[in-house]
Nanobody
Framework: QVQLVESGGGLVRAGGSLRLSCTAS????????MGWFRQAPGKEREFVAV????????FYADAMRGRCTISRDDAKNTVYLQMDSLKPKDTAVYYC?????????????????WGQGTQVTVSS
């Protein structure tokens, strides 16, 4: 059974940083693009960042570009999202997802597997 387990969320003050992790029990992990999405209360799930299967390409949502970095460690089956200069509007549940093949990486429907999410709350 495939599992994606996120960790690293929490409560942080505006301007602070968090590093989210997602460990996936998919094989081979190195064949999957890995993405991060977020969903705030009452809003649709939105794209945050993606890293391709080789780690050679990354893409970011405009709202997070310059404030976050996505990376992967295939030896650990883990993808990371380092978030800096956090703002209250970044408050949401953050989900990681895996896509074996994705043309439109910013669409949730492109992803095959999802984690349960980790809460990020940024106080002002």
């Amino acid at each position: 059974q495939v599992q994606l387990v996120e960790s690293g969320g929490g409560l942080v003050r505006a301007g602070g940083s968090l590093r989210l992790s997602c460990t996936a029990s998919i094989s081979p992990f190195s064949s999957y693009a890995m993405g991060w999405f977020r969903q705030a209360p009452g809003k649709e799930r939105e794209f945050v960042a993606v890293i391709n299967w080789s780690g050679g390409s990354t893409f970011y949502a405009d709202a997070m570009r310059g404030r976050c970095t996505i990376s992967r460690d295939d030896a650990k089956n883990t993808v990371y999202l380092q978030m800096d200069s956090l703002k209250p509007k970044d408050t949401a549940v953050y989900y990681c997802a895996a896509a074996y093949y994705s043309r439109n990486y910013y669409l949730p429907s492109e992803y095959d597997y999802w984690g349960q999410g980790t809460q990020v709350t940024v106080s002002s």
